[in-house]
């Protein structure tokens, strides 16, 4: 697959912006602002392609696609990816990556609230999008991923530990934005994912936060 796309299906209007606009994320990759960038492979990917969590022919979303580091891991595994931004700037980071890399991968621009795929994907990757997501958006969110997910399908979430003072007081700071497991457990329930044993793994990450691997299966 090769290709970029602005997304959005006919008649589909944008949702009501809530936390950071396209604008915000486009000023930060135009910039080059994006401190959550490790600027290399997620660490937390290469086990998981080593184990078999995403095989090679699979349809993988990545939603928040950003530089794309992942998105050329994955198509460089054999995978059928299909990255999803809402800034043209990362966009164009992305297509950039792969195109120096001499991979292909299927690229588009579009708010994920406001766009649907034309096939269900066998396994999600998301480091950096519920994150960046204000809480606000998250129910929307998940309850597409599900029916965006073939029976059987893997979500691998990132949930940033991002916990400050000012979200005990209860007041909601900008993202990345704090991925509570408890919160997550009532996004992504027993009913619609299977969620394997405590505990998971916890990796700390440069900028301070640290991201709590969960590999949940869709049933039913």
Known sequence: MDGS???????????APAGPTAGFWQERFA????????GEVNPALEPLIARGTFPAGALVLVPGCGAGHEVARLAAAGCRVLAVDYAPAAVA???????RAGL????????????SPSERFDAVWDQACLCALHPD??????TRLADWMSPGGTLVLLAVQAE???????FIEGPPYHCDVN?????????AWKWPKPPYKSRAHRSGFAELQLLLTRVG
């Open 5 to 15: 796309d602005r997304a959005g299906a006919a008649g589909t209007a944008p949702t």
């Open 31 to 38: 910039s080059g602002r994006t401190p959550w960038d490790r």
């Open 93 to 99: 980071l992305t297509h950039e990556r792969l195109a």
């Open 104 to 115: 292909d991968a299927r690229v588009v621009e579009a708010d994920l609230l406001a766009w």
């Open 137 to 142: 958006r998250w129910t929307a969110y998940a």
């Open 164 to 170: 400050r003072e000012g979200r005990r007081q209860g």
């Open 183 to 191: 919160a997550m457990r009532a996004l992504f329930p027993s009913s």
